[in-house]
Each structure stands twice: as C-alpha cells, then as structure tokens.
C-alpha cells in the first residue's frame, strides 16, 4: 500500500496553500509526518510540480519519484488526471495495489481517520472508500438557487417541510481521505464512477482549506487539538507513591480530575487527604511501606495484576525534615545515622525495586515518563542563617538521600532509554505552617519574592508526564523560583 500526497503550487485563492504553516509545519510536512505513522502504509509519494515542495517532501522522509508536468497542475487541471499520472510513474519504481490519498488542505484528520479508511477498504472487498460529513445545508430546506431571471428559488420535496429534522440528510465528500484500488484509477473517470463506500467523519476534522479564512480556522483548531492532546491524562495509568502528604494529595487530584486511572500508595491505612477521591472509579489505593521488602512485593503483585500498563510513575515518598524521629531532624551533634538506611530505603532502593519491576508495563505505554521528587538540597546546601532562631531542621541524610535521587535519575535516564524518560524535579521550600520570621528570611533570599506551593510542583510534574517534554530526559527540573541561583 503506498500513500500518494499531490501537492501543486499555483494555487490561487490562498497563494501556496500547501506550504503554508500551521504550528511551526507547512501543510505538506503535517501530512507526510502522519502517513508516516500508519504502519499500513510502506511508501509515501508525493506528486508535485515544484522543486521547493519536493525538497520539503524529501526532507520529511517521502518518495517523490517524478516531477509532475505544468499541464497536470493547472486551475482546472482534473485530480483524477493527476492521480493516474502518479500511478504510471510510481509503477515504474515500486510494486503496489492500494492506494491511499491524503490531500494536503486537511490537516485536522488524525492517525485513527486514516486506519478507519483503510479497515472499511478492506472490510468492503476493496470498493474506493470516501469521508463524508454531515452537510449544515439541505437543498430541501435551507438552500435556494437562481432561476435565469435571479429570482429565488428552492427545491421542492415531496412533502412540506417545517423542521431541518424532518428533510432527508445530506453529506459533503470530504478531503480527509481517499482509498481505492491502482487499476480503480487506471479504469475510472472520477471517484464517483467508482463503487463506493464510506467514512463519517466528524465536522470538527473535516474541514477542507480553500481560502484564508479556511486557513484561519483549521490553524487556531490545530493548536486547540494539540495543545489537548498534548496535556491529556484521560485514561493514563498513574501510580503515584507518598500519594497521602501535601504534594501527593495535590497530584492525586489533579490526575483525578483529568480522567487517569490512579494507583495511589502510602503508609497510611486512612489517608485523610486523599478522602475525596478514595473508593472512586479509576483510584485504587494501595498500603505500602516502602520500608518493608515483603510490603512493596506486594504492591508489585497487586499492580502487575491490576493494570494493563503504566504511563507515568511518580515517585514522592520521602522523609523529610519534619519527620518526629529521634535523631534524625536534630542538631548536627544529636543527628544519628542509623536513621539513613530507612531513609536510603524509601527514596532510593525501593524506587530502583519499584522501577525495576514495572518496565514491562511502562514499555508498553506510548510515552512512558518516571519522575521523581527530589529537592533543591539534592544539590546546594541550606542556608543556616534563614534557619536561626527558629524549630525548622533540615537533616543531613534528607539532602544526601536527594541528591542520590538526582544522580539516580541520570543513570536511569541512560539505561531506559530510548522508550523510557527519568526526569526529577527539585522544588525549593514549600510554605506550610512556617513562623513568618523564617518566611521573611526565606522569601528575601528568592528572586520571586514568595516560597513554592504545591501547584508549583504539580504544573512542572504536569509537563514532564506530558508530551510536551517528549525530548527530556535525564534532567533535574529545579523549582525554587531562583534561590539557588
């Protein structure tokens, strides 16, 4: 199967239409870069009577095999023309049967149009396969003519028609695409010489650009698409550990609230701050004590068995400086290291267990991402004058157990790759129940003038779980609003 793309230059009601640029790519490019994705589709040939637009389809990874002649790329040139040029020439390089044409002034079709085009040619013993969406006018209701005196005139229908509802539906042949046998179009005259069947495609991605104001619309409904698609978790497998604290809680509602299906995990038997969302569809939380060996195998168990993939893990579970334990959130000379095993144990060694397990289910998402919340004292060391006069630690193997964190993601980052991204975020002091003394302190220090708060962490978690940073990996996003600068 080969996809063909015909794409002329002397368009004239909006000068070079198929170069024009939607997000960055021209019209061409936007519609190789999809044909590309289907799996179905082996060779993607471009007919075109420029050099400029064969270069660009060169670039993009297309086959143009000939340079089509002036007289198939005029106004009034027949596409169907056009179309059995591309065949005879095409044949002379490649062997194929089936054809998909994707015309260029649709670029709001999606991967799955293209694969309904080609089930419904195959699933129809190979009859030529068009789009159609429901047209907004009915020549029986809402559209007249002019007879030859420019009086206006409609159709009539054979019986009176009161509502738009009540008229017979009508459809317009879109451009989203096209499917047919090579010997269809050797032998035919025009598509509708064919035997047809058909695709419904929705309004939203059926729009054919013809002018500018076509232009217009299909760019801003682009960027809309994408911009959705982009940021979208509906339907994500998100397990998220520490999920029971203040920024856990803050991710868990967040991803809740964008359709993911949530594994949450803590220590916590009753976790107060999740209470809103617990025994709801799509969340399943699950004890674990990372501490215990025997605890986090079975949360691997129950995950494993549960879900058919990962999408994201995050890892938030962590001590911290105001865990109550004897020794560790004290003085230098009180501060025992005992303690950094457990510590070691949370933020280090089950998160590799945890990661270690769940590679499978991760290879099988699209853009599998692992983030892990570090801190800024993963890499710079306090500043104890902000620290003066007030009960606010800042233990040592907190900063240690982070900054392990930080080097981790790197070599994870290395040995996951190409399919798995491992990114960390360091946010900077999070405002909680801190003396306005040490916020004062605090703030002076920070070119933005205030401390973090959690949405600050869950928008940077947001873009790393996302597309928008398909490219980033083995990074420390630092969110400290410039305090360690």
Sequence with gaps: MICLICARSGSKGLPNKNIKKIDGKTLLAITIQLAKEVKEIKKVIVSTDSKTYARIAKNEGATVPFIRPKFLALDHTNEWDVWKHAIKHTEKILNFEDVIVLPVVSPLRTKNDIIKIIKEYKKNKKKAVVTITESSNNPFYNMVFLDKNKNIKKLKYKKKLFRRQEAPKFFDVRTVGYMLHKNTIKQKKNIFDCNLSYIKIPKARALDIDDKYDFMISKILYEKTKKEKTINFKNKYILI???????????ASHFFNQGANLILTDKIKKPEKLKKILNKNKVNYIYCDLNSISSIKNLQKIIIKSVPRLDVIIHNASSTGDDNIKGWADNFKNQLTEHWDKVFQ???????????????????????????????????????????????????????????LIYMTKWLAKILGPKIRVNSISPGGLIR?????????YVEKVPLSRMANEQDV??????????????ITGQNIVVDGGISL
């Design 241 to 251: 550990t520490g999920s029971a604290g203040f920024i856990g809680s803050s991710l």
């Design 346 to 404: 949370v933020s280090l060694k089950a998160n590799f267990e945890i990661n270690k397990s769940f590679v499978k289910l991760l290879k099988k998402s699209k853009n599998p991402s692992i983030i892990n919340i570090a801190s800024i004292y993963g890499f710079m060391a306090p500043d104890w004058k902000i620290y003066k006069g007030d009960n606010i630690k800042n233990p040592a193997g907190y900063g240690v157990s982070k900054a392990g």
């Design 433 to 441: 129940n801190q003396s306005n003394r040490f916020i004062k302190k």
């Design 458 to 471: 869950v928008n940077s978690v947001i873009f790393l779980a996302s597309d928008m940073s398909n490219y």
